[in-house]
Structures are given as C-alpha cells and as structure tokens.
C-alpha cells in the first residue's frame, strides 16, 4: 500500500524550532519530487517547500525562506522540514505530499495524514 | 491573498452539475498546461482529481471533468451526489519565484 506518515508535530513557542518527518512506503521513493503543503486553521492550501529525487534541487516558499530546510534519506525513505525561528504565522497542519511525477512539483497524487504545528507562547 | 482566484462557494441539488472557476495569469494558468485539482472532505486530507488540465486519475469518478481557456480553469461536477459536499482546490505550477500556486478554495454544498 502506498503510504505517507508524518511525525513531529506539536506546541511550539514563537522562535522555537520543530522538525518533522515524513515516512513513505509502497513506491520507489528516490524517483519522485516530494513536497510539504500546509493548511493554516480555516484557511487553504499552501506549499511550502519541495525537493528533487536526488536532493539536488530545493524549493521553497517566500514565506519561509532562510527558515525552514526540506531534505530527505533515500536510504530510509523519509522525508524533513526543518523549521527554526517559528512564527505565530506558521501554525498549520503540514501534509507531506508526493508529486505524481519525478521532474518538478506539479501534481500531488498521495498525501500524509498531516501533522499539526502549533506556535504559541 | 491566493495567487489562484476561485469562488468562496457554490451550491447545487443532487444530480445537477455544477463548475467550479479558477483564475490565473499569464504566468502560471495561461502558460502551463500543468493545472491539477484537489477534494478535501473535513479533517481529511487533499485528495487529486485532476492533473494536467483534464486528466482523471484511477479510480476518479468520470462525474469530474476539468478544462481551461486563457488564464481560467474550470472543474465541472456532473451527477451532484451528497458526498462531493467539500472543499475543491485548485493549483497551477507557474513561472515565477512561488514553484507552485494554489487557489483560495471553493465550499461545494449540496442541497
């Protein structure tokens, strides 16, 4: 069965770090794009950082940019997010999504339950 | 403010069709044939009902179907069936700094 699980979530205060994790199963990991989308409470979708199979290739949103770092082990099929300095602003359920093909994210064909961060004094 | 501009809501009665707008711009909806859409029932997470522009993936009803002219997509529901009541998002790769867009979302309700 394919299969995302994301782990890490919790209560954070404001410029605190978390790191989340990802774990897949059921396809061949290394060949696909895989992202973070998160949802704010209420509110709608947004991607927040991607990376290439290879880890050669990073993208990320303005809004978290020179904060937060997306990488992956091939090895352990996991996928990170990295997140320092935590703002109020990034308190959202964060899915970890996997991109329907291998080259740029596009396209999101399996998603995680999601995990809810939290940033609040 | 979403990069992609759709209605808050729309409503329609079982067995009515009903579409769903999406506007862009020439960076992202007009220029790429890389629009995909998303159902999410509460509590759950996203699930892809169409890629590029009009493409069903296994298992998706043919109730849903998808186009684009210019810079505006559009998600059509045939059939209204109580359980299409969710949220639809859609999304767009785009040539500028953000690698991806979505839009704002849209409430289906079926009366």
């Known amino acids: 069965e394919v299969q995302l699980v994301e782990s890490g979530g919790g209560l954070v205060q404001p410029g605190g770090s978390l790191r989340l994790s990802c774990a897949a199963s059921?396809?061949?990991?290394?060949?696909?794009?895989m992202t973070w989308v998160r949802q704010a409470p209420g509110k709608g979708l947004e991607c927040v950082s991607s990376i290439s199979g290879s880890s050669d290739n990073t993208l990320y949103a303005d809004s978290v940019k020179g904060r937060f770092t997306i990488s992956r082990d091939n090895s352990k099929n996991t996928l990170y997010l990295q997140m320092n300095s935590l703002r109020v602003e990034d308190t959202a359920v964060y899915y970890c999504a996997k991109d329907l093909r291998g080259v740029t994210p596009d396209a999101f064909d399996i998603w995680g339950q999601g995990t809810m961060v939290t940033v609040s004094s | 403010q979403s990069a992609l501009t759709q209605p808050a809501s729309v409503s329609g009665s079982p067995g009515q069709s009903i579409t769903i707008s999406c506007t862009g711009t020439s960076d992202d909806i007009g220029s790429h044939n890389l629009v995909s859409w998303y159902q999410q029932h509460p509590g759950k997470a996203p699930k892809l009902i169409i890629h590029d522009v009009i493409e069903r993936p296994s298992g998706v009803s043919n109730r849903f179907s998808g186009s684009k002219s210019g810079n505006t997509a559009s998600l059509t529901i045939s059939g209204l069936q109580a359980d299409d009541e969710a949220d639809y998002y859609c999304?767009?790769?785009?040539?500028?700094?953000?690698?991806?867009?979505f839009g704002g979302g849209t409430k289906l309700t079926v009366l």
């Open positions: 059921g396809f061949n990991f290394n060949n696909y794009v």
């Open positions: 999304s767009s790769y785009t040539s500028s700094s953000t690698f991806l867009v």
